[in-house]
């Protein structure tokens, strides 16, 4: 019944930015803080982002902060990362996350940065 769909990924050069969208569903969206997470070839899935349920707090993990974004429209059940200046070292796969939920979990979206 969670469903979490991630896009918005691709492949950009370092110092690029991307936008990505989770859209979700079958849960009550606006009550739920949501997570960001990434991982990458022989790395455990990592922490990048998060965001209360309103919007109102935001973290980031150190690697990211200054560069990455987490924001939400709970009028769209949507939580959004925009990534600027990335890097090689951001690639991954990028998952979304309901933090109640965390047993469940999309497809993720795969971010490339490479020359």
């Known amino acids: 019944q969670v469903q979490l769909v991630e896009s918005g990924g691709g492949k950009v050069q370092p110092g690029g930015s991307l936008r990505l969208s989770c859209a979700a569903s079958g849960f009550t969206f606006g009550s739920t803080a949501m997570r960001w997470y990434r991982q990458a070839p022989g790395k455990e899935r990592e922490l990048v982002a998060a965001?209360?349920?309103?919007?109102?707090?935001?973290n980031y993990a150190d690697s990211v902060k200054g560069r990455f974004t987490i924001s939400r429209d709970n009028a769209k059940n949507t939580v959004y990362l925009q990534m600027n200046s990335l890097k090689p070292e951001d690639t991954a796969v990028y998952y979304c996350?309901?933090?109640?939920?965390?047993?469940?979990w999309g497809q993720g979206t795969q971010v490339t940065v490479s020359s």
């Open positions: 965001i209360t349920s309103a919007g109102s707090n935001t």
């Open positions: 996350n309901a933090r109640r939920y965390f047993e469940f």
